[in-house]
């Protein structure tokens, strides 16, 4: 019987990545990113993609699967993973999902629901409407998809009213199965970190990520049609960039808005893990290497 999957999951800068690397080459597996964005070609400095060489260690999957002018989402996700897990069997290794894309894992897990397909006239009226007016919708409709939605991405919250207006019924009532907790499987771990600890990392990553060249990176995909892809123009990072580029806040004021962001991007992130999937969690404390946390997690495996 070969060995089960191996489900990593955990906040945004939380190290997940470094600790799957560690953990592929330590049980000779391979890596199946279940990240919304990295799927697009193009987006690498603003979602950590990993390296050509990290990719060249270890194979991975699902990375620069899809164009900007191609739309990417959680059905394909399944489909495409499902097919990743059987050609990594096929070889006699060992699949290991790592993302922090919950949704995601829980489309994987649970499948998928029967939320109805968009209504062009309708979709019309929400996308003119004031942001806080669908907000208050939202929030009187549904109050748990008001907790858990980006409350900065209008793409998402144009949809969960829309799905309201069209079923009568909460938006996070569409998933099938989704009313409780999923039924994850018990590999489902998720790195965590201190709270302290993890602004710290992330606000150096985005201080790298500027370093890298994110502002030129973005310019370059803007000319490429990221504006017109209503999903990879909100990834965090690349939208207040664009905001920048268009005129708004300065280049200062934007790093220290793409913080913020992660920074309740990663809150939310822990909210879903915590009441959306029972997952088993890891804890990597400050100051301690990616081998001792890979280590840990060895040890939680037997």
């Known amino acids: 019987m070969s060995a089960p999957a191996i489900y990593l999951t955990g906040a945004t800068a939380s190290g997940k990545s470094a600790v799957a690397l560690r953990l592929a080459k330590r049980l000779g597996g391979e890596i199946i990113s279940v990240d919304s964005m990295q799927v697009y070609r193009g987006l690498d400095i603003g979602t950590a993609k990993p390296s050509a060489a990290e990719q060249a260690e270890?194979?991975?999957?699902?990375?620069?699967?899809?164009?900007?002018?191609?739309?990417?989402?959680?059905?394909?996700?399944?489909?495409?993973?499902?097919?990743?897990?059987?050609?990594?069997?096929s070889r006699g290794t060992r699949p290991i999902f790592c993302g922090g894309t919950g949704l995601y894992f829980r489309a994987l897990f649970d499948g998928l629901g029967d939320s109805p397909p968009g209504d062009e006239s309708l979709r019309a009226e929400l996308e003119a409407a004031p942001m806080d007016g669908?907000?208050?919708?939202?929030?009187?409709?549904?109050?748990?998809?008001?907790?858990?939605?980006?409350?900065?991405?209008?793409?998402?919250?144009?949809?969960?009213?829309?799905?309201?207006?069209?079923?009568?019924?909460?938006y996070s009532s569409q998933r099938s199965g989704w009313a409780a907790p999923g039924q994850a499987p018990g590999s489902l771990f998720c790195v965590t970190r201190e709270p302290d600890d993890l602004a710290?990392?992330?606000?150096?990553?985005v201080d790298?990520?500027?370093?890298?060249?994110?502002?030129?990176?973005?310019?370059?995909?803007?000319?490429?049609?990221?504006?017109?892809?209503?999903?990879?123009?909100?990834?965090?990072?690349?939208r207040q960039v664009l905001e920048h580029l268009d005129g708004g806040p300065g280049l200062a004021e934007t790093v220290e808005l793409v913080k913020?962001?992660?920074?309740?991007?990663?809150?939310?992130?822990?909210?879903?893990?915590?009441?959306?999937?029972?997952c088993q969690p890891v804890e990597w404390a400050a100051g301690e290497s990616a081998e001792v946390c890979c280590e840990r997690l060895l040890g939680m495996l037997g």
């Open 260 to 278: 913020t962001r992660t920074r309740q991007f990663a809150k939310r992130q822990r909210t879903w893990f915590r009441n959306q999937m029972s």
């Open 200 to 205: 710290k990392r992330i606000h150096s990553r």
């Open 134 to 170: 669908l907000l208050d919708e939202l929030a009187a409709k549904d109050p748990a998809a008001f907790e858990a939605i980006d409350r900065q991405n209008r793409r998402r919250i144009v949809r969960a009213v829309e799905v309201i207006r069209l079923t009568g019924q909460p």
């Open 58 to 89: 270890v194979p991975h999957h699902l990375i620069d699967v899809a164009g900007l002018d191609e739309p990417f989402d959680a059905a394909q996700f399944v489909r495409l993973a499902k097919r990743a897990e059987a050609a990594i069997r």
């Open 208 to 238: 790298e990520m500027f370093a890298l060249g994110l502002v030129a990176e973005t310019e370059s995909l803007a000319k490429r049609g990221l504006r017109e892809n209503r999903t990879a123009s909100q990834a965090i990072g690349y």
